[in-house]
């Protein structure tokens, strides 16, 4: 699995609870945590491809590679195992396989792919890729819907490791030549560092632009197999079930006469009305309301907060960390309010802060805490005070969650104002931002 610095946490949690736990390990064996890659920064599908190759390759050079994008939901689970396995036998040919999907309605919101003279007939058949197409048009779009050899791009593909390196080396040589002169530092103390300063040189480019629309070793295998990706909240409403109107509804809402429309509420009471063919979503980052024919300009309002450098982009209300969450519940000047989680058996660095004091109250559970040279315990109701420049610790070593409240008071209050001792997770302090250097 390949995911970015700012998700490791929250990745790590959700497969310690999928895979780790005794009441799953029935369904699915645990998933060792070193199958966890992290790219110190996005650089889009091309490299995190090759981060992935370049460990198989090290595990097996002779494995085979299926690239599964994580925010698709497929129905057809069976089919999709068949159809993977047929890939997975095809790549001794030598081949890039793309699972093309046949479309249902003329959707803008995906890429497509035009299918050539068929290799092999069957449910799943094999196809040349004469080209791949962006996002059309609706006019286009319809038409590729009439045609009937322009299939969805599904993002997902299988082939031999060896084979996607060639074709890097041959279409993407930076990129290659980067994660091959990384190859010695991989397992090493100096992999972290040396993935940081490749990651600064890398392109930011799609594997479909940069290999699969070049390379002439790309099939397309036809895959029905219920899929859908889950992008946009088009897709989500599409999927989800509805009521007699075509709603689809989660959360504390209350609506009256609306017709086609998704609302989705995470904490706060949404009230609709009249509403038609609308996306509504309140979560505590931010409210979205759109049509639902444009729910994919998502993007455009994510570039748009990218290019004024809003806190919102950077930064959600509920943050994972691998002992837990913290939520900010308040925040102003010289203060921060936090809703702080630690799971059972976690415990925090030990750590100090030289901008900021702290104050914790515990709301339910049991908190070890370390202040200075005291070790002691908090129950519900209780409290203590952490002033700045003093080494402290809180610990859950019990089997029930800790729930605590704290309030920081300072200057200055990034999360970047912390001094590591000792960690458990390995994590080390960040360097100072500029705005705690000027203070």
């Known amino acids: 699995m390949v995911t970015s610095i700012r998700h490791e946490d929250e990745v790590r949690q959700q497969v310690k609870e999928l895979t780790h736990s005794p009441a799953r390990r029935d369904v699915h064996p645990p998933i060792p945590m070193s199958n966890i890659l992290v790219e110190p920064e996005g650089k889009n599908t091309a490299a995190a491809i090759a981060f992935a190759a370049l460990y198989l390759k090290k595990i097996d050079p002779s494995s085979v590679m299926v690239v599964l994008p994580a925010d698709h939901l497929i129905k057809d689970e069976k089919g999709f195992l068949e159809i993977i396995e047929q890939g997975a036998r095809l790549t001794e040919r030598g081949v ?63 082939w031999k490791t060896q084979t996607i390196l060639e074709e890097f080396q041959k279409y993407l040589p930076d ?195 370390t202040r200075g040279e005291e070790v002691f315990e908090l129950g519900p109701h209780q409290s203590t005070s952490i002033p700045k420049e003093t080494r402290h610790r809180l610990e859950n070593p019990y089997e029930a969650p800790l729930h605590i409240v704290e309030v920081q008071e300072g200057p200055y209050l990034g999360e970047d104002d912390i001094v590591r001792f000792d960690d458990v997770y390995g994590r080390k302090s960040a360097p100072p931002s500029p705005k705690q250097r000027e203070m």
């Open 175 to 369: 990129i290659f030549n980067g994660f091959k002169n990384l190859e010695p530092h991989l397992g090493t103390g100096q992999e972290s560092k040396s993935l940081k300063d490749l990651y600064k040189t890398l392109p930011s480019i799609s594997i479909d632009y940069g290999v699969m629309e070049k390379s002439d070793r790309v099939a397309m295998l036809k895959a029905q197999i219920g899929w859908s990706d889950l992008g946009s909240w088009e897709a989500y409403h599409e999927v989800s079930e509805k009521d007699l109107k075509g709603n689809v509804t989660r959360g504390n809402v209350v609506d009256i006469d609306s017709e086609g429309s998704l609302v989705f509420a995470d904490k706060r009471l949404v009230a609709t009305i009249g509403l038609k063919d609308l996306v509504v979503v309140d979560t505590e980052d931010a409210t979205l309301v759109c049509p639902r024919d444009r729910s994919q300009d998502v993007k455009k309002i994510v570039n748009l907060l990218q290019e004024r450098n809003s806190i919102e982009r950077q930064v959600h209300k509920t943050v994972v960390r691998p002992w837990g969450t913290y939520t900010v519940l308040d925040e102003g000047e010289n203060y921060k309010v936090k809703r702080i989680t630690v799971l059972a058996g976690q415990r925090l660095s030990l750590q100090k802060h030289s901008k900021r004091s702290e104050h914790w109250v515990v709301l339910s559970g049991r908190a070890k805490v």
């Open 96 to 158: 890039l396989i793309t699972l093309g999907i046949p479309p249902n309605r003329p959707e803008t919101g995906y890429g497509y792919i035009q299918s050539g003279e068929i290799i092999q007939e069957g449910h799943h058949a094999l196809y040349k890729v004469s080209r791949f197409v962006e996002k059309p048009t609706k006019i286009v779009a319809e038409e590729y819907l009439q045609s009937g050899n322009y299939f969805w791009n599904s993002g997902i593909f299988v």
